[in-house]
């Protein structure tokens, strides 16, 4: 069964450090997104990212992130300075087309900036 | 605005029927999505429910009133391994982000 994949699964930074999240979405699927989690909170939604482009992104999503799609297949997520509080888990998620389909999540990216 | 409601935490014991609400008011609302998620581990989708009624689904169903905004997630015959945190999440009309609640979760005793 097709899945999405991360990379990697555990990053630790220092602070003031780019971090670049990589995700590989599922072949079919045409919309990605994050959202991140930090530990014992509720996951928030980032940014969704469709036909080469964001098309919404949170008020968390500010400056310091910016995602890409460099490749048919991969889908990044860039943090350009971390800040202690981005420590948080990091899942890629993506869905075909259709409305209502369901998302699929990655397995996350625990990123851990000290 | 969005506000999603779930109870923090519940227990039961294995083979019974647990019931998880949720209540939200979300801006625009659309449809309802129910995830499991196992500790450390991501959301795993269960059910989405977008009109009013029951949705069955095996051991699981989840239940919608829009009028009410409530919904609520059905476990029966529970299992060991349903020990996990349930999570909804509501999507609106012109975007598909998926707003979570905090999510419940649920021990199941022998």
């Known amino acids: 069964e097709p899945e999405v994949t991360q990379t990697p699964s555990h990053q630790v930074t220092q602070m003031g450090q780019e971090v670049i999240l990589r995700c590989v979405p599922i072949s079919n699927h045409l919309y990605f997104y994050w959202y991140r989690q930090i530990l014992g909170q509720k996951v928030e939604f980032l940014v969704s990212f469709y036909n080469n482009e964001i098309s919404e992104k949170s008020e968390i999503f500010d400056d310091q992130f910016s995602v890409e799609r460099p490749d048919g297949s991969n889908f990044t997520l860039k943090i350009r300075s971390t800040k202690l509080e981005d420590s948080a888990m990091y899942f890629c998620a993506s869905r075909p087309s259709g409305s209502g389909n369901e998302q699929f999540f990655g397995p996350g990216t625990r990123l851990t900036v000290l | ?110």
Request: glycine letters at 10%.
């Open chain 2, 1 to 110: 605005g969005q506000n999603i409601d779930q109870p923090t935490e519940m227990t039961a014991t294995e083979g019974a029927i647990v019931q998880i609400n949720c209540t939200y008011q979300t801006s625009g609302f659309n449809g309802l999505f129910w995830y499991q998620q196992h500790a450390g581990e991501a959301p795993t989708f269960l059910s989405y429910n977008v009109l009013d009624g029951l949705e069955e689904k095996g051991r699981f169903s989840s239940f919608l009133s829009r009028s009410k905004g409530y919904s609520y997630l059905l476990l029966k015959e529970l299992q060991m391994k349903d020990s996990a945190s349930y999570l909804c999440a509501c999507t609106s009309y012109n975007t598909d982000k998926l707003i979570f609640g905090t999510g419940t979760r649920l021990q199941v005793f022998p």
